[in-house]
């Protein structure tokens, strides 16, 4: 036997298995952990596992076995250092200073909590017809989203707060960037991706599968040189599509207020009279429009820390918001699409360190910047201003794509990224007026940029605009 150290979050376990590797909060490592309790116990079948892996987690109160069958006390005994690892991968909650367990850091680049995820699944497992899922939107979402309206009513707390890893290879300790928040971006997340693979074993009742096969199709899914064009429907990097598709706002809403209801009766609490029904469904309704307006109508947005971004140097200019104009751009250099978070991450700490030490930029010069894995990541984001667009950057944002564009197209997904979604993203959220006007970069300033072929492919969006302007000076 291998003896090999396995943390997650804060703490440190022994732990002795056959294939020596480090079991950090990467969602493979989750899986490898998952493989080993399939390997232990053979004879269990895909929801006896998920039943263990709740019961490890103590994932079993009144609100989850008005659903699901009580997960008992009794059962196979899992290796006690296997048993801590899981119950902490699997167990959320929020510690001291904000750091955020129960959750893994996914492939795609998202984290994602673990319970809600693994309820979803469980939920379809047990399905009797298939489609059909009872309980499926109370564990994964409506349950937390109804907790969160509750306390946010009573002192305006965030809605999906996001945070930080300490490493993005090995992570261990995830810290959110805002403490008070009952319902994270992990825990969304996770519950998106419970409602999607939920439905999905449902569908296809009674044929055997294997969680850890399950889960390894939908995580860790390799693109080919295609990127999202040539990916498989059931993969994570699609969770925001594939949630749309199945989950209306007027259904989670409806959802979400009989979650509260059984929770209050469960808890034994007196009935709510009409008002305070009435004050409490507006609540409702008013978080529903910014759950959906960020986590359904947004694109993926990795997060600065969550691609390793380095400070920014001296101190930012806020931009005066909704701008008027979207620039469009494309690397150049990097010339070569980024297929995976990994390799895109490390893209843009490599523009990073050119804008800053090379070009003496206060930072990376663009406002996003979009993979073909995907994700839009990041750059200067929504409230700051840019270094982009010579003359302009205080009137748009820069969006570039990764790659050289001169006589190729970026990926057909990545392209409805920007154009569909993120320009959409804006106009809802007030950064970028409803008559907003693309451009390309070339048509601001003497370059090439955003390349021959992909220029020609901007001239037929929506909102472009073909008037250019004299070219005084080339900052790209």
Known sequence: LDKIHLTCSHCMFLIFFWSPALFSCHMKDFIKAVQQVEDENPELEAVEVLRMLRRTAHLNDAFVQHFLPDAGSSGPELDADLSGYLQRAVQHRVLEGAREEGVVLAPDGMTVAVGPLLLGI??????????RVPGLYQLTLAGNLGVSIRRRSENGEPLGTDGCWDNLTAPHVFTLSDTASTLTAAQVHGGMDGVILGKEVSAKAG??????????????????ARGMDGAPRLISRRRRELFKVLVAPPVLIRQVAKSMELREKLEGRVKMEVRQKRRLMAAVKETMKEFVHVFMECPPIIARCTWGAAPYIGTPTLLSLPLTYLFIHHTASPSQPC???????????SMQRFHQEERGWDDI???FVAGSDGNVYEGRGWKWQGA???????????????????????????MALVRDQLASCAVAGGRLVSSYILKGHRQMVSTSCPGNTFYKEITTWGHYQVRAVNHKQNLL
């Open 207 to 224: 044929e055997s599968v294997k969680l850890s096969s399950l889960l390894t199709d939908y995580y860790l899914h390799q693109l080919d």
């Open 388 to 414: 982009h667009t010579g003359g302009y950057n205080s009137k748009g944002y820069g969006v570039s794509f990764i790659g050289d564009y001169t006589s190729t197209l970026p990926s057909q997904h990545a």
């Open 122 to 131: 469980e939920a379809g497992f047990l399905s009797t017809i298939p489609g």
């Open 365 to 367: 010069g663009y406002s």
């Open 339 to 349: 297929l995976t978070f990994e390799q895109c991450s490390a893209d843009m700490r």
